[in-house]
């Protein structure tokens, strides 16, 4: 097995933290607002995306650190509000994935990142948008 670069481990742990953040903000808002679309959806995709990660840091042989984030989160005043954050949290996914993508050449972890990047561009925005539109109109 060949040991990861540092860039490549900080990229890992990066990704990590962020779908362990989006899971854990997603799973308040269903605390805050009940069961409501896409939320539901989403958090379960994210429980996904952090297994994916956690496969990689497996077959490095890494620590697969804890998720810190439940009970970590801002508590939102309304679903809107929450909507319109996602938005924008989706949206710094994409971009730090278009960052990180550019910290290593392992096939294997371009193939997550570029998943998992294109899950929260192609569908997660996709779906938070609809859903402040709808609101808007």
């Known amino acids: 097995m060949t040991e990861l ?4 481990l900080d990229a890992l742990h990066e990704a ?3 779908e362990y953040r989006s899971w854990a903000t997603y799973d308040q808002v ?3 607002f009940g069961e409501v679309r896409p939320f539901i959806n989403i958090r379960e995709a994210e429980a996904r995306h952090i297994q994916a990660l956690c496969s990689l840091f497996i077959s490095y042989g890494i620590t697969v650190p804890k ?3 439940p009970g970590q989160i801002m508590q939102y005043k309304t679903i809107h509000e929450a909507r319109e954050a996602s938005v924008a949290a989706e949206i710094e996914n994409g971009q730090m994935y278009e960052r990180l993508l ?7 972890i371009l193939t997550v990142f570029r998943n998992l990047q294109e899950a929260s561009q192609q569908r997660h925005l996709a779906a938070f948008q609809r859903c ?6």
């Open 30 to 32: 269903i605390s805050d």
């Open 16 to 18: 990590l933290d962020d």
């Open 5 to 8: 670069k540092k860039t490549e």
């Open 132 to 137: 402040v539109e709808r609101r808007s109109k």
């Open 102 to 108: 550019r910290s290593t050449d392992r096939t294997d």
């Open 67 to 69: 998720n810190t984030w």
